[in-house]
């Protein structure tokens, strides 16, 4: 009897998951000189002429920085520099408006000599930091039905990558700096649906799987 109990609740539990499905884009945007911004064409939602319900749009940003950086000290006493090789990092679309924001940072830190004479980014003045790499990830889940009707269609939408260097150097007195910041990424959109025709409440799913748990509970019990 329990072991029917069990089999049951798991059943009515996997009829309430499996009408969800999720449909997948994924997107990269190369390697390029800050300052720039890059369209990303992505497919709206098809909802099957209404047999497929739309219930949350992701959009994933992994955000890539790198670059080099140099600096010299023009001061006639030693002084601690800083160079952070920095990007600002956004992706925003028509529907929703700014979607998610990224900043990588990456710091070096050096104690600079005294000016030496010559402004060449070397010598015990100057320094040159190479094959700087970092990155960072952020993202925004689309619940609210009037916004996700936004992404419902047969046609395709867009999205804008947009890349501006923040790199810069600190310390004490004065200092000549140099960077090369360089920005890409990976975009993701991702739509979560269910079956216009199975329709289970989420306290439903949850009371399910509970039962599905006290059975399972309840058998190991008894085989004790």
């Known amino acids: 009897m329990l072991k029917r109990i069990l089999c049951g609740a798991t059943l009515l539990c996997a009829a309430g998951f499996s009408s969800a499905g999720v449909v997948v884009q994924d997107f990269t945007v190369d390697r390029q000189k800050t300052a720039f911004t890059e369209t990303i064409n992505f497919n709206l939602f098809d909802d099957m002429g209404g047999t497929r319900v739309l219930e949350s749009v992701e959009f994933t940003l992994l955000a890539r920085s ?5 600096v010299e000290n023009l001061n ?27 900043a990588p ?28 790499m970092t990155n960072d990830s952020a993202g925004i889940i689309i619940v609210d039905p009037i916004s996700l009707m936004g992404y419902i269609g047969m046609g395709t939408s867009t999205a804008t990558f947009g890349a501006m260097a923040s790199s810069d150097v600190s310390g004490g007195g004065n200092l000549i700096s140099n960077f090369n910041t360089f920005a890409s990424g990976d975009v ?17 799913q949850v009371a399910l799987l509970g039962l599905g748990l006290l059975a399972l509970a309840g058998f190991r019990k008894v085989k004790k």
């Open 105 to 132: 940072s990456l710091s070096r830190m050096d104690r600079l000599a005294g000016y030496d004479g010559n402004t060449d980014f070397d010598g015990p003045s100057g320094v040159e930091f190479l094959n700087l």
């Open 66 to 70: 790198s670059g080099s950086a140099r």
């Open 76 to 102: 006639a006493t030693p002084t601690n520099i800083t160079a952070t090789l920095s990007t600002d990092i956004t992706l925003s679309d028509l529907i929703s408006g700014l979607l998610a924001e990224a």
């Open 188 to 204: 993701g959109v991702i739509y979560t649906f269910r079956d216009a025709s199975i329709s289970v409440s989420e306290p439903t």
